[in-house]
């Protein structure tokens, strides 16, 4: 009796292991999978940018934003053209309504040729918390001066 018991778990571990093999492998029964992410990584990656729009050339459809590049601490420029699938929130209907100091919301995405091509554009309202008021921007340079007030030199000790 105990000799048929060690005899089924044997049996049964073996099966167990066998089993897990083929669940774990990575062969073409498993290729499924990677031509499921092949056929969604042809589509192009859509891409996110906050900044602040620093010229509109309304001409060509292309707008420069400028934005901080998170990663290295720096500030950096995009250059992003419109198409006539570009949609627009927040009320702007058109690049006419988007101007210099314009703080945007940008999703766009990179075609073959590298240019970046937006898809929704949202002009954001920056508000001053509540209790704050927002900092003049066009302060005059008199007063942003500190005066320098000269120090007297400490008499010398030999």
Do not use: C, H
């Not at 001409?59 to 570009?86: F, M």
């Not at 003049?136 to 007063?143: G, I, N, Y």
């Amino acid at each position: 009796m105990k000799l048929r018991a060690n005899l089924v778990l044997i049996i049964s571990l073996f099966l167990l292991v066998i089993g897990a093999k083929s669940v774990f492998s990575q062969n073409e029964g498993a290729s499924a999978l990677p031509a499921a992410s092949k056929e969604a990584s042809s589509e192009p990656e859509i891409l996110w940018v906050w900044g602040e729009v620093t010229a509109v050339d309304s001409a060509s459809n292309k707008l420069s934003v400028k934005y901080l590049d998170y990663e290295n601490d720096v500030e950096r420029e995009i250059s992003i053209s419109l198409d006539d699938k570009t949609t627009f929130d927040n009320n702007a209907g058109s690049i006419a309504q988007l101007k210099p100091k314009d703080t945007v919301s940008i999703d766009y995405m990179v075609d073959p040729s590298g240019a970046n091509i937006a898809k929704n554009i949202s002009i954001e309202k920056i508000e001053a918390m509540p209790g704050e008021e927002m900092a003049p921007e066009a302060a005059p340079e008199a007063a942003k001066e500190e005066t320098a007030v000269p120090v007297e030199a400490a008499p010398k000790t030999d």
